[in-house]
């Protein structure tokens, strides 16, 4: 039998600090060190790395076209032909994202999308889920819980009294974050 022509789907899925960016990133590097053509996109409202860059929390950073909408990555994809597309943080795009990424598969280019699959409140963050149900692989990483150190699978928000209290000791110690890793019996 003929080898198919469509590409593949690789999804990275996990909750806030788990890592995902960075081992998308590690991909996307040695997709270039094999001498593949490598687009990667994220969304503008994620403002880690300024307009132009995608960072990760240990300061790892690759440029990258920032987009708004999955329409913007139908069009940036269609007019590069790269052999790789790595999205970042595809819980942005919203839903149209599926059926986007599908025709970037039927074209032929491998596909790598890390993003949420999980709601603060623990529930399923879509598209993730989605695209996770139609991955050829899925990598589900797990942050470490705040609390007791176990494998976190969730993020929780803080309440706003939690949050002003931890504002008040981070101006001391510099960074501050209103979500925090979880484990199961934590969250
Ligand atoms: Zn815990």
């Known amino acids: 039998m003929r080898p198919s022509e469509a590409g593949r789907?690789?999804?990275?899925?996990?909750?806030?600090f788990a890592g995902k960016t960075e081992e998308l990133l590690r991909r996307v590097h040695r997709a270039e060190l094999a001498g593949l053509r490598?687009?990667?996109?994220?969304?503008?409202?994620?403002?880690?790395?300024?307009?132009?860059?995608?960072?990760?929390?240990?300061?790892?950073?690759?440029?990258?076209r920032?987009?708004?909408?999955?329409?913007?990555?139908?069009?940036a994809v269609t007019g590069e032909r790269p052999d790789l597309v790595?999205?970042?943080e595809a819980q942005f795009f919203g839903p149209s994202i599926v059926e986007a990424v599908e025709e970037?598969?039927?074209?032929?280019?491998?596909?790598?999308?890390?993003?949420?699959?999980?709601?603060?409140?623990g529930g399923p963050f879509e598209p993730?889920?989605?695209?996770?149900?139609?991955?050829?692989?899925?990598?589900?990483?797990t942050a470490v819980c705040t609390v007791c150190g176990a494998?976190?699978?969730?993020?929780?928000?803080l309440l706003d009294s939690d949050a002003d209290a931890l504002q008040a000791t981070a101006e001391q110690i510099g960074g501050t974050e209103l979500y925090q890793a979880r484990c199961r019996a934590h969250r």
């Open 104 to 121: 970037i598969l039927v074209a032929g280019i491998l596909v790598e999308v890390a993003g949420l699959c999980v709601t603060y409140d």
């Open 66 to 75: 920032m987009l708004q909408n999955a329409q913007e990555l139908r069009d």
């Open 128 to 141: 993730i889920p989605s695209l996770m149900a139609q991955a050829e692989e899925v990598v589900k990483l």
């Open 38 to 64: 490598v687009e990667v996109f994220g969304h503008r409202l994620d403002d880690r790395g300024g307009q132009d860059r995608l960072s990760t929390h240990i300061g790892r950073t690759v440029p990258a």
């Open 151 to 157: 494998d976190a699978a969730f993020h929780i928000r």
């Open 86 to 88: 790595a999205i970042d």
């Open 9 to 16: 789907l690789h999804v990275i899925a996990g909750p806030m």
